[in-house]
């Protein structure tokens, strides 16, 4: 039945509805660090905010993320999502020919990489 929904409910709307409800409920534990529903609702505005303002990203424009799995990676996703862009996901072991291939087909306005894959992206 949820999934005929119309509108759908995305990930997003459950993730801000257990935002709202327990705020301060672990999400996500990464080594030695934990991040609650408030911890990832705050730092995915604030990425939402700089990808928009400083940017100038769009609702609709597509985005290829290029970032290794991390807390990084989640807070980046749920941003997008806010700004309703699209999120192509790369995988961060992929280069040469296969990376150049998926960039291509993902057809994105902007490439988010960590700053370890400055320059080692092989393409």
């Not at 928009?52 to 970032?67: D, E, I, K, N």
């Amino acid at each position: 039945r949820r999934l005929s929904r119309r509108p759908a409910i995305t990930l997003l709307d459950v993730f801000q509805l257990h935002a709202r409800r327990r705020p301060h409920q672990p999400l996500l534990r990464f080594q030695d660090e934990i991040y609650t529903y408030e911890d990832m609702d705050r730092r995915s505005n604030r990425a939402a905010w700089a990808l928009s303002r400083r940017l100038g990203l769009q609702s609709g424009c597509t985005v290829a993320v290029f970032l290794p799995n991390e807390p990084t990676y989640l807070w980046t996703w749920l941003a997008l999502a806010k700004l309703g862009c699209p999120m192509a996901c790369l995988n961060c072991n992929v280069r040469g020919r296969a990376l150049r291939h998926a960039l291509e087909a993902a057809q994105a306005t902007l490439v988010l990489a960590s700053p370890g894959e400055r320059g080692t992206m092989g393409l």
